[in-house]
């Protein structure tokens, strides 16, 4: 972060980071999201979950516009960033993705070396002034990724050749290395073995002092395990959002209690 | 009797077998096709095959060596004193069986009779006159010995087409009964045939092979032939190409070499950018509509036979550079140019570089996109910096056998390129390739057997080895870049 | 909401990102400055065979009333066939020069300075050689006047397709500016008119110095014959090879060879298997030169590695829950294979042949190796025998027009491109509908 809004502990916990109103997606002639609006806090980790086709990773890719690529898919409503809307025309998506940056599924490093896999970002971006810079970034980065011991002996190495778990905090590393201040984390764990899928969550954990994070996930476990908040989208709906536990001591919505104990997903 | 009616009699036997096969087998199984192994057809095929295939075979071996056998033993006819001077003992014998078929013909034609030609001899007869009287040209004069050769040449060559039908006919008849005796209910004439099917498949898959083999060999026997009239060392290194009809020809490579390495430049400094630049375009940057419209144009330049290049720079493209270009800026009066044919073949490639570098630019992983996207890169700093360095094994490949492509291109250059041999920097001048040179050489006058000629396979074979290598080269490239993937 | 200010706005786009926009903005630009080019090439390809062979499918002809002159034709008057056969075409030529003469004679078709003798340069030297024929075929007509359609000579051609002009003529030697101007005459009189050019694809090539007889027959009738060759043969075996190493083959040190050399021979320069052509088939086999045989053996050499790869293709987008069906009713592999697979991989083999044999068609070079250039002349017969006669092919018949020196024969050249691509068009439809209609996804 350039220089994070400091507004005292007692506004920080309630800072809106975004907020959405009226979205609704459309691909092609199938209504993927309709009519969702939640705020999302800075500095907290908010689960969306739901079972396949919900519509929560569509709706986690409308924040940061990688829907953009996708040539049939219509946004209409408003997703706000810190009060700015990201669907104004004035809006570079590129800018956007720099300040909101994203994780994917399934680990993808690019066929790089793991220092310039790092460096990408900061590259594109022109976050260093120089090399001696853009080490110190690639090192902060690397480090925040919790990956930083595994792999400073070999930054030439290609990415491709570290371990799934790896490959995904590799991942990670790279997308706060531009310094976002919103970290969308699409399934992170779902292509992860169950140590490096805990060693994952434990760096989602840690992450959440500096970024506001939004995790779609399978697995309601790890909702549970790592987010502050908890969505429950259900056919595109977004049918109950409130704090974790009581989403899952206390939901108030039929189909949230049917699909926590499992009877819906 | 005829090799053709031999076959024709042996084919009858086998379709007769057929049959006899077939019904011979339901009988045995009186009636009832369930108590049979197999389906009545495939004892019919298993009769089919045991007279047919041994029989063709001995044919088409008896076929192959019995000229050979012949010939050995009527060549010792021909005595030393009947080779004229720079003449040799094979056109001799090209005129015996020159003279032997012309027997033949005489005799269909009613020139000559049978006994007349057991009699023959060049005082009675105008073996020459009678012969020409039945359109059969005998170039030199007959002589008494190559005469006599040429009678007991028909004679012998009668003789063992007598026996090769008995044998064959025999061969065939053996098969049949041996396959009719074999005829029995629980015979498994299913799996002899799927056996001679299987065969017959296998033989296909040779043809690609002896395909290969016949090009090596012819290559490298007639080459071998050119080395022993002309120094491998002066086809190698000599810096001029000037051959001569009455020989002392100077025969180099390099500036054959030369000029199609310049051409195959030239081209791919057109094809490889724009071919790329569409492929990029087309895969990461057009709506499907330009996409529908772009991608079958392109398909349809990839269409196009190569003569149609080959005028279109005979035609247009020579013409206009020469007076657009070539003549304002007085660097040359051709409109054959390296710069014509260059310019053509470049176009030629578009399709095949683009096409290419569409299949691997496909192929890398859309979740790279996504990575890259997703940190806020542009399109195009995606394409730079994560697409292309992903796909450049593949790109690299591809522009490798663009160039085998040029390399091995003939119709452009032959139409566009010129056919002076010059080791010259000026792309705006007539020079020549390989490919030309092979194309002018042997369909030229010079006699067969002339290094002039010859130099032809040498020149096919460098232009085999040199083609042959970037592709290996290219598909081990593409074979790595796919297994990265997979 | 609370009122943040962030020190990032993302509504105003900063400099940086401003100039990676136009950087994304020019490579944008080259790709399309690339399409651009490909298409422009592409038209430019395609408007310079169409203007330049487009006038070749027009022909100017001149209608006369020829008087055959049994002076001429039947000295003895004894309606001898054999004796009117020892008339050759040069005591012909006077009868047309004298129809001519009666025309020029007209006061409306007079032009002043025109010798009879360069009139009858206006007429193809086909002509006095049709009429020949048409004597030979008709001898009672002699002492008749018959009404001939005779073929303009190609300058006379030219004139009416814009190739030659008044000025280009005054220093022309093979035509004057009076000539045009009779032509000019003739056609304002009804005797000379350009109509389409039926000759141009049935008749067989003609010398060098009268372009307006030569034809494509025989071109187009040796490709024919050696498309049937290629379908004949690449087709069984290259649908046999395909099955063998699709279906049967055992994974071995064997079959990686027999792959990697069909993947290579797909790439060998057509030109070298003209080497090979010539090499085995002419030289080593003793195969007769120009014929339709000995292209169509190695254009079925040139075809295969094609046919195959595309059988193969097709052969391994049939599922194997299909084998496994067959085989699991009792049938054996070859029944299972024969009876299931291949039917069901039928339209994609049939795509890539018809592909296969579009590109042998183009073929040239091989060609010219295997002495298809020779000037042919006589129609070859019917097959089989005509396999064996000299032929020529559709492409080397462009390229040995290209060589000739009269300018007639370049839009000629351009004609038969257009006859070319007319069946490529034809043969890839063809392949394009079968694939539609019969494309099948598991």
Same mark, same amino acid.
């Given at each position: 972060?350039?220089d994070?809004?400091?507004l005292g ?18 691909y092609?002639d ?7 609006n939640?705020?999302i ?5 908010t ?7 919900c519509g929560?990773s569509?709706f986690?890719?409308c924040?940061?516009?990688?829907n953009?690529t996708?040539?049939?898919c219509?946004v ?7 009060g700015?809307d ?5 809006v ?10 994203? $994780?994917? /599924? !399934?680990?993808?490093? =690019?066929p790089?070396?793991i ?7 900061p590259r +594109? ?7 001696s ?20 002996d ?8 570290l ?7 590799l991942?990670?590393?790279?997308a706060?290395?531009t ?20 060693q994952?969550?434990?760096l ?8 506001s ?11 549970a395990? $790592?987010? /502050? !908040?908890t969505?429950? =989208? ?8 409130g704090?974790?536990t009581? +989403?899952?001591?206390n ?15 | ?12 036997i ?14 045995s ?7 049979l ?10 009769v ?6 041994p ?10 060596l ?5 010939e ?6 021909i ?7 720079g ?8 005129d015996v069986?020159?003279?032997?078929s ?19 001899n ?6 020459r006159g009678?012969?020409?009287g ?7 004069d007959i ?16 003789a ?5 039908a ?6 065939a008849?053996?098969?049949f009964?041996?396959a ?8 498994r ?5 799927e056996?001679?099917i ?13 395909t ?7 290559l490298?026997f ?15 290194f000599n810096l ?9 020809s100077?025969?180099g490579?390099?500036?054959?070499l ?20 569409v492929?990029?375009?087309l895969?990461e ?22 003569i ?6 005979l035609?247009?493209v ?5 007076d ?14 390296v ?7 470049g176009?030629?490639l ?7 570098s569409?299949?691997v630019?496909?192929?890398v ?13 542009t ?13 450049l094994?593949g ?18 250059v ?5 056919a002076?041999a010059?080791?010259s ?16 050489q042997?369909t ?6 002339s290094?002039?000629?010859?130099v ?6 460098s ?16 074979r790595k ?6 | 909401?609370t ?22 903005k ?9 399409i651009t080019l ?21 022909q ?12 001429k ?11 009117i056969?020892k ?5 012909y030529a006077?009868?047309i ?8 004679a ?9 010798k009879?003798?360069?009139a ?23 002492g ?15 004139y009416?397709?814009?190739r030659?002009?008044?000025q ?6 093979n ?33 060098e ?14 490709s024919?014959y050696?498309m049937?060759i290629?379908l ?11 099955i063998?190493?699709?279906e049967f083959?055992?994974k ?7 792959e990697?050399?069909?993947s290579?021979l797909?790439a ?15 030289n080593?086999?003793g ?6 045989i ?11 590695p ?8 097709s ?10 069906a067959a ?6 592999k ?11 991989a039928?339209p994609?083999i ?11 068609l ?11 250039v020779?000037f ?15 032929a ?6 462009v390229y ?15 004609g038969a ?12 439809t063809?392949?394009i509908i079968?694939?539609?209609?019969f494309?099948?996804?598991?």
């Amino acid at each position: 972060m350039y220089d994070a809004p400091q507004l005292g502990n007692a506004m920080d916990q309630t800072t809106t980071k975004i907020s959405a109103r009226n979205v609704q997606v459309h691909y092609g002639d199938t209504h993927a999201i309709k009519d969702v609006n939640v705020d999302i806090d800075a500095k907290t980790v908010t689960a969306f979950i739901g079972p396949s086709g919900c519509g929560k990773s569509t709706f986690l890719r409308c924040i940061n516009r990688m829907n953009d690529t996708i040539d049939i898919c219509r946004v209409t409503g408003d997703i706000l960033i810190d009060g700015e809307d990201i669907y104004d025309k004035r809006v570079d998506p590129v800018q956007l993705r720099a300040k909101v940056g994203m $994780v994917f /599924q !399934k680990p993808n490093p =690019f066929p790089k070396s793991i220092y310039d896999n790092v460096a990408y970002g900061p590259r +594109i971006h022109g976050l260093a002034k120089n090399k001696s810079e853009l080490d110190e970034i690639v090192e902060k980065s690397l480090r925040r990724g919790a990956i930083w011991d595994e792999v400073k002996d070999r930054l030439d190495a290609p990415g491709t050749g570290l371990s799934g778990g790896q490959q995904q905090r590799l991942c990670i590393a790279r997308a706060v290395a531009t310094e976002p201040e919103v970290l969308l984390m699409d399934e992170p764990c779902s292509a992860l073995d169950p140590i490096a899928t805990a060693q994952v969550e434990e760096l989602i954990d840690e992450l959440r002092s500096q970024f506001s994070v939004v995790i779609v996930t399978h697995s309601m476990q790890q909702a549970a395990r $790592v987010s /502050q !908040k908890t969505a429950f =989208f259900h056919l595109g709906n977004l049918v109950e959002f409130g704090d974790t536990t009581q +989403i899952f001591t206390n939901p108030q919505d039929e189909r949230t209690q049917n699909y926590i104990t499992g009877r819906i997903g | 009797m005829s090799a053709g009616l031999v076959i024709l009699a042996v084919i009858a036997i086998a379709i007769v077998g057929f049959f006899v096969g077939r019904s011979r087998a339901l009988n045995s199984a009186g009636g009832d096709i369930r108590q049979l192994h197999s389906l009545p057809g495939y004892y019919g095929q298993a009769v089919f095959l045991f007279s047919a295939v041994p029989a063709l075979l001995v044919t088409a071996v008896w076929l192959i060596l019995q000229p050979m056998m012949i010939e050995n033993r009527i060549s010792d006819m021909i005595l030393p004193t009947d080779i004229a001077e720079g003449s040799s003992l094979e056109l001799i014998m090209a005129d015996v069986r020159r003279i032997s078929s012309g027997l033949d013909t005489a005799v269909v034609a009613g020139a000559l009779s049978e006994p007349e030609i057991e009699t023959l001899n060049l005082d009675n007869t105008d073996v020459r006159g009678v012969l020409a009287g039945v359109g059969v040209a005998v170039a030199s004069d007959i002589k008494p010995n190559v005469l006599d050769a040429s009678v007991a040449y028909r004679a012998k060559t009668a003789a063992a087409r007598g026996y090769m039908a008995v044998v064959s006919i025999a061969i065939a008849l053996v098969g049949f009964a041996v396959a009719l005796s074999l005829t029995k209910p629980d015979y498994r004439a299913r799996n002899v045939s799927e056996a001679a099917i299987k065969s017959l498949l296998v033989l296909s898959s040779f043809v690609a092979i002896l395909t290969t083999i016949g090009i090596i060999a012819s290559l490298i026997f007639e080459t071998s032939n050119f080395f022993r009239m002309y120094p491998a060392k002066d086809f190698f290194f000599n810096l001029t190409w000037n051959p001569q009809f009455t020989g002392g020809s100077d025969l180099g490579i390099i500036p054959l070499l030369w000029g199609t390495l310049y051409v195959s430049f030239v081209a791919l400094v057109f094809a490889v950018p724009i071919g790329l630049f569409v492929a990029i375009y087309l895969s990461e940057y057009a709506s499907s509509k330009v996409r529908s419209i772009v991608k079958p144009a392109v398909e349809v330049l990839a269409g196009i036979p190569t003569i149609v290049y080959g005028l279109f720079a005979l035609i247009t493209v020579g013409p206009l550079l020469r007076d657009y270009f070539a003549q304002p800026l007085g660097l040359g009066q051709s409109s054959s140019s390296v710069l014509t044919a260059g310019l053509v073949m470049g176009i030629m490639l578009i399709p095949f570089v683009s096409s290419l570098s569409d299949d691997v630019i496909n192929a890398v992983p859309q979740s790279m996109r996504d990575g890259s996207y997703g940190l806020g890169a542009t399109q195009s700093e995606t394409v730079k910096q994560v697409i292309l360095p992903a796909a450049l094994p593949g790109i690299v490949g591809a522009i490798i056998l663009a160039a085998s492509r040029a390399i091995g291109e003939t119709m452009i250059v032959v139409m566009g390129a010129g056919a002076a041999a010059k080791l010259s920097l000026n792309p705006l001048e007539a020079m020549t390739t390989i490919t030309v040179k092979i194309v002018s050489q042997l369909t030229g006058d010079t006699e067969f057997a002339s290094p002039e000629t010859l130099v032809a396979f040498a020149l096919g074979l460098s232009l085999f080895v040199i083609t042959l290598g970037l592709n290996v080269l290219a598909l081990y490239i593409v074979r790595k870049y796919r297994e990265q993937y997979e | 909401m609370t009122d943040v200010t962030p020190t990032t706005s993302i509504l105003t786009v900063d400099d940086r990102t401003r100039r990676r926009n136009v950087a994304e903005k020019r490579f944008r630009t080259y790709g399309v400055i690339a399409i651009t080019l490909a298409m422009l090439a592409l038209v430019g390809l395609m408007t310079s065979i169409f203007s330049g062979g487009l006038p070749a499918f027009k022909q100017t002809f001149i209608t006369l009333d020829v008087y055959l002159d049994p002076a001429k034709l039947d000295k003895d008057g004894s309606s001898d066939l054999e004796k009117i056969r020892k008339v050759s075409t040069f005591g012909y030529a006077p009868l047309i020069k004298k129809a001519l003469e009666e025309q020029l004679a007209k006061p409306e078709l007079a032009v002043e300075g025109l010798k009879s003798k360069d009139a009858a340069k206006m007429i193809s030297k086909e002509g006095a050689a049709e009429m020949r024929r048409f004597v030979l075929a008709n001898p009672d007509m002699i002492g008749e006047t018959v009404s001939f359609k005779f073929l303009a000579s190609g300058r006379i051609d030219g004139y009416y397709k814009g190739r030659v002009t008044m000025q280009s003529a005054e220093r022309d030697k093979n035509v004057s500016p009076q000539q045009l101007q009779f032509a000019d005459k003739l056609k304002d009189a009804g005797l000379l008119k350009t109509s389409f050019n039926w000759g141009f694809l049935t008749r067989a090539d003609a010398s060098e110095n009268r372009p307006e007889a030569a034809g494509l027959g025989v071109a187009i009738l040796g490709s024919v014959y050696m498309m049937v060759i290629v379908l004949f043969l690449a087709l069984p075996i290259g649908v046999a090879a395909s099955i063998y190493l699709e279906e049967f083959a055992p994974k071995n040190w064997f079959t990686d060879l027999v792959e990697v050399n069909i993947s290579n021979l797909a790439a060998v320069p057509s030109i070298v298997f003209g080497i090979l052509g010539l090499a085995i088939f002419i030289n080593f086999a003793g195969l007769p030169q120009s014929a339709p045989i000995v292209g169509g053996l190695v254009l079925t050499l040139m075809t295969l590695p094609t046919i195959i790869i595309a059988t193969r293709a097709s052969l391994k987008a049939v599922p194997p829950s299909i084998r496994d069906a067959a085989l699991g009713v009792g049938a054996s592999k070859m029944q299972a294979v024969f009876h299931h697979v291949l039917p069901l991989a039928a339209p994609g083999i049939l795509t890539g042949t018809i592909i296969g044999l579009a590109q042998a068609l183009g073929e040239t070079a091989p060609l010219l190796l295997i002495g298809m250039v020779a000037f042919v002349r006589e129609y070859p017969s019917a097959p089989p025998e005509g396999f064996f006669d000299p032929a020529a092919a559709l492409p080397v018949q462009v390229y040995n027009w290209t060589q000739r020196a009269d300018p007639a024969f370049v839009e000629r050249a351009s004609g038969a491109i257009i006859v070319l691509l007319v069946f490529l068009l034809l043969m890839n439809t063809i392949a394009i509908i079968l694939r539609r209609r019969f494309e099948r996804r598991w």
